[in-house]
């Protein structure tokens, strides 16, 4: 029988989302290696208790020297000194250089440094001389003592979720360690008694089980640590029991399949039975049905509840919109949704729906945006063809040539 009941609009249904996951926020942090901290969110921001570069250094092979003693291009200075990388020179007196490697100190008294492509050595005494051929410029490659970061400054705030680029950063400032959030503990369940694993056979009627492979690769790729709970059969007493045992030691537990109303339906009223649960119609494509609640242990602890639809492609992208947030939430992280991106539609979509839909969608080599053939919801192929999202609002046709909002899988994931 059709679902009658109105459509919630996806960003009301965020706002329920994210105050259900503040007020269930994991508290435990632990101090991890910054070598693991990869995708965690920072419990406690990161300062810098020095500059970086901790002095100046050169960012040229070549020789440090007073720019004032190289008044027009041939000066020839003596060479006094040799500083690679990591030794620290001597005071250098007017009228000399130092020959000099990217990355070493200045040394006090020079103010320029020339790169080696516009300098002769010269045979001579100890280290030579040099023809300088260019005339410096006072500070020319010289890389400034904290022109990256000042001491005392905070490099990462907390709730930054923790990229690549941000544990360098955490290193140039020394920090061998991070503190961060606990991951979220998530126990994860299919329903659905016409599921079968790979590596089994097929028998009529049958489908194999992609959600459980789909789901478990968002949450490990959203650095959750996760319970497979397998497939739980289409009754209600299996489910209850599958989510009592769930409830325990876990913050989130997600199931696939089961969310809408039909007989054989069963996670609203098993959820019921343990705790509470809201169940929408989400006003998206793919992905309307969508159930949040809470479950509860013996012991009092609640276990946030979500139920994502059972069609593969709408279940992805329910995670990507709407679980991805929550994760992010219930962890304490600053940026809960993603960014997005304009560019430029290379396709017609005549047809308006009434519903925000999300399209999978990738980019051509002219920079502009295809679609996928078929949108379908169960057609999971297009997930993995596509680069991200194009979040089209509802009642909105788009005409090739148009700007729209894309959401990249990389960035929803991120
Ligand atoms: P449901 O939400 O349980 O009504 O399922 C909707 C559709 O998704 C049905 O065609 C199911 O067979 C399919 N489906 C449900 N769970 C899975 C799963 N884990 N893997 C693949 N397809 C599924
Ligand atoms: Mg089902």
């Known amino acids: 029988m059709a679902d009658r009941r109105p459509l919630m609009p996806l960003d009301a249904v965020l706002e329920r989302l994210v105050a259900g996951a503040r007020a269930h926020a994991i508290t435990a942090t632990e101090t991890v290696s910054t070598f693991d901290a990869l995708g965690r969110v920072l419990a406690v921001p990161v300062s810098s208790a020095l500059d970086v570069p901790p002095a100046d250094n050169t960012s040229m092979d070549g020789y440090a020297?007073?720019?004032?003693?190289?008044?027009?291009?041939?000066?020839?200075l003596a060479v006094a000194q040799r500083i690679p990388a990591g030794s620290v020179g001597q005071p250098l007196a007017r009228?000399?250089?130092?020959?000099?490697?990217?990355g070493a100190q200045i040394p006090a008294g020079a103010d320029a440094v020339v790169m080696q492509e516009d300098c002769e050595a010269l045979a001579g005494e100890g280290l030579g001389a040099v023809r300088v051929n260019a005339v410096p410029r006072a500070g020319q490659w010289i890389r400034r003592r904290g022109e990256d970061i000042r001491c005392d400054a905070e490099v990462l705030a907390q709730?930054?979720?923790?990229?690549?680029?941000?544990?360098?950063?955490?290193?140039?400032?020394g920090a061998a360690t991070l503190t961060v959030v606990?991951?979220?503990?998530?126990?994860?369940?299919?329903?659905?008694?016409?599921?079968?694993?790979?590596?089994q056979p097929l028998p009529p009627g049958a489908i194999y089980n992609s959600n459980r492979y789909l789901l478990r690769g968002?949450?490990?790729?959203?650095?959750?640590?996760?319970?497979?709970?397998?497939?739980?059969?289409?009754?209600?007493?299996?489910t209850i029991a599958a989510l009592r045992e769930a409830a325990i030691g876990h913050d989130l537990i997600l199931t696939s399949g089961g969310v809408s109303t039909g007989e054989e339906d069963h996670i609203r009223p098993a959820v019921q039975a343990q705790g509470w649960i809201e169940n929408w119609q989400v006003a998206i494509k793919p992905g309307k049905p969508l159930a949040f609640g809470g479950v509860r242990c013996d012991d009092g602890s609640?276990?946030?509840?979500?139920?994502?639809?059972g069609n593969p492609v709408s279940c992805f992208v329910n995670f990507l919109v709407t679980v991805s947030p929550v994760l992010r939430a219930m962890q304490g992280a600053a940026a809960l949704q993603p960014r997005g991106l304009?560019?430029?539609?290379?396709?017609d979509w005549p047809r308006a729906d009434r519903r925000r839909e999300f399209l999978r969608a990738r980019f051509n080599d002219a920079g502009g945006l295809e679609l996928y053939?078929?949108?379908?919801?169960?057609?999971?192929?297009?997930a993995v063809w596509g680069d991200g999202l194009i979040d089209n609002p509802a009642g909105q046709t788009i005409a090739r040539g148009d700007m729209v909002r894309f959401l990249p899988f990389l960035e929803l994931l991120g």
Do not use: K, W, Y
């Open 65 to 76: 020297l007073h720019a004032a003693d190289v008044a027009s291009p041939g000066a020839v």
């Open 95 to 102: 009228g000399s250089a130092a020959r000099i490697f990217t």
């Open 159 to 173: 709730g930054s979720r923790l990229s690549a680029a941000a544990l360098g950063l955490a290193a140039s400032v």
């Open 182 to 199: 606990h991951r979220p503990r998530v126990a994860l369940m299919s329903t659905g008694d016409e599921l079968v694993m790979p590596g």
């Open 218 to 238: 968002l949450l490990q790729a959203a650095g959750c640590e996760i319970t497979d709970f397998g497939i739980v059969p289409d009754r209600r007493e299996a």
């Open 302 to 309: 609640v276990a946030l509840f979500m139920g994502l639809p």
């Open 342 to 347: 304009r560019a430029r539609a290379d396709f």
């Open 373 to 382: 053939a078929n949108q379908s919801s169960g057609v999971l192929s297009s």
